[in-house]
C-alpha cells in the first residue's frame, strides 16, 4: 500500500468522467489498498479514484464511526462501477466536504434514500439501499466519478468564490 497524492480544486482532472471497469484485475486491487490508506491519512470517509488521478468507476469509504471506548472499528467499502438506480422524492440536507477541496464545506441538498448497484471487490454485481450520512455519501462520489463536484449543487455566487480561491492558492502554490 501507498499514499497517493489527492488532486485539489481547480484541477481539470477531476470534471474528467471516469471510465468503468472492465474486471478486477491485482491493479484494481492495488488501488483500492492505495486508495484506502490515501483516504485514512487525509482523513476523510469517502474517496473517488479520479481524486488520486485515476479516472476509474472506484470509490472507498468507511463511515464508521468511534465506539463509546473511543476506538474506531473500521469498516472499508469498496464500490466498483457504481450507479444509483433509484432515488427517493424526500430530500435531506448534509453539511459536505471533499478532499479535493480542502477545509470547505456547505450544505448541499440530495435525495434521502438512494438504491446502488455496484460490483464488489470479489467480482459479485450487488444492490443496496442507502439513507442517511451512507446516501448523501455514495452520491457524493458517484458524482466525482460524472465529473460533478459537491459545489456544483451551490450558488453560482457561492460556487464562483470557491473556484476563485482554489485557483488563487494554486498559483501561489505553483509560483
Known sequence: MSLREIIILPDRQLRLVSKPVEKVTPEIRQLVDDMFQTMYDAPGIGLAAIQVAQPLRVITMDLAKPDSGGETKREPRVFINPEIIAKSDELSVYEEGCLS???????????????????????????????????????????????????????????????????????????
Open 101 to 175: 477541496i480542502p477545509e470547505y464545506y456547505e450544505e448541499v441538498e440530495r435525495p434521502a434514500r438512494v438504491r446502488v448497484r455496484f460490483t464488489d471487490l470479489d467480482g459479485v454485481v450487488r444492490e443496496e439501499d442507502a439513507e442517511g450520512l451512507y446516501a448523501t455519501c455514495i452520491q457524493h462520489e458517484i458524482d466525482h466519478l460524472n465529473g460533478v463536484l459537491f459545489i456544483d449543487y451551490l450558488s453560482k455566487l457561492k460556487r464562483d468564490r470557491v473556484m476563485k480561491k482554489f485557483t488563487k492558492a494554486a498559483k501561489r502554490a505553483g509560483e
